[in-house]
């Protein structure tokens, strides 16, 4: 259930909620960044909870937006399901 709400959300989000929280956990991305990464994970059908999804977004965000953002994302990602128990997920 909790794969299906997340994916859900993953699939509407839109530049401004993702810059919104670029900004909120420090990885800074503008709106024409966050329109490719949502460009990217529509077209390329991310799952975020198989680690091949994962490898992929976190490649393209390094080859995108440089080593450190992709870094910082994949710590964050980590640190959410540490601090929510969905570590399972992952």
Request: glycine content about 4%; cysteine-free; hydrophobic content about 35%.
């Amino acid at each position: 259930m909790f794969k299906e709400l997340i994916l859900n959300r993953l699939y509407q989000a839109t530049p401004e909620e993702i810059v919104y929280y670029s900004h909120k956990y420090n990885i800074p991305l503008n709106e024409q960044e966050a329109s490719a990464l949502i460009r990217f994970i529509h077209q390329k059908k991310i799952d975020p909870f198989q680690e091949k999804g994962r490898l992929k977004t976190f490649q393209f965000i390094e080859q995108q937006f440089g080593p450190k953002t992709a870094q910082d994302t994949a710590d964050l990602l980590k640190t959410l399901a540490d601090q929510y128990g969905l570590n399972h997920l992952l």
